[in-house]
């Protein structure tokens, strides 16, 4: 099984770019074109949030346009800068868009991969958290299949990535999460979105990563005290999770662009393993 995560898409009303120079919309586009283009096509899309820039209805109506040629399911979680009110008004026909205490998650259970969805919002602030209400529910969902592969997904990473000025506005309450899952090694991945980065880390006895944003992405400053954020125009990219019970899940960044290639491997004639390579 395959899952392909893309996050932080930042959709514009059409004619608009964000941060008046982002085309976000033309590369939403491009990303999807990359899914619907690979030799192997994903089994889902998730969108680990920052679906739109500004939470407007008119963005949720041009997001559903751009994902439209995705011949896969697709399910959404809400980031920072996302309104629920708005996104559930737009996606909440398509059936998997839960609306549990006023928190848009929700479990996918018709696939070899469990998928469990996080709304970690906190309305009018760019921090996210899991506070007991959505720990409880988190944590009455893994227990409902302690056994079966699970793939967690959330915008707001609960874990430090050394990017200081983002993990400023990370996940709180990431400790108390980390409680709850540890308690559960079928939890094969916690993928978020959030910081515009490819980011791995080991955490709560799974892996948590980021993905970058199919769009623009956070400037890498590693300083201790770190600078005021600031984006650059980086490759766009996505994740590919590749699931099977005999490796569990391995991640793949697949960057989005035209580039050259394939070539093959010729070898020069004096590569030390030509024998071997022919052999081969």
């Not at 899914?35 to 949720?60: F, H, M, N, Q, W």
Request: charged share 20%; net charge negative; with cysteine.
């Amino acid at each position: 099984m395959i899952v392909a995560q893309i996050t932080d898409m930042h959709v514009r009303p059409r004619g608009k770019i964000a941060y008046g120079r982002v085309d976000t919309n033309a590369m939403l586009g491009a990303a999807v074109a990359a899914l619907e283009a690979l030799p192997r096509k994903p089994d889902v899309v998730i969108a680990s949030g920052d679906l739109t820039d500004c939470g407007l209805a008119e963005e949720y109506e041009v997001l559903r346009d751009l994902l439209g040629p995705l011949s896969m399911p697709v399910y959404l979680i809400p980031g920072n800068h996302d309104r629920r009110m708005e996104m559930h008004a737009a996606f909440a026909a398509d059936g998997y868009l839960g609306n549990d205490d006023g928190f848009l998650h929700y479990v996918v259970e018709n696939h070899p991969l469990r998928l469990i969805g996080l709304d970690t919002v906190v309305p009018g602030h760019g921090h996210g958290e899991m506070c007991a209400a959505r720990l409880s529910w988190l944590a009455d969902r893994l227990a409902e299949e302690p056994t079966r592969p699970t793939l967690i997904f959330m915008h707001h990473p609960p874990f430090r990535s050394g990017l200081v000025d983002m993990d400023a506005i990370n996940c709180r309450n990431g400790h108390a999460m980390a409680a709850v899952v540890a308690k559960f090694p079928n939890v094969e991945r916690v993928v978020c979105g959030h910081h515009h980065r490819p980011i791995t880390t080991r955490w709560a006895g799974t892996i948590g990563s980021v993905a970058p944003s199919t769009a623009h992405q956070v400037t890498l400053d590693l300083l201790a005290h770190g600078n005021p954020a600031s984006f650059s125009m980086e490759p766009p990219g996505l994740h590919l999770h590749l699931w099977s019970a005999e490796t569990g899940v391995v991640t793949h960044t697949v960057h989005v662009g035209d580039f050259k290639g394939p070539y093959p491997f010729v070898l020069d004639a004096d590569y030390p393993g030509q024998s071997a390579a022919k052999a081969a």
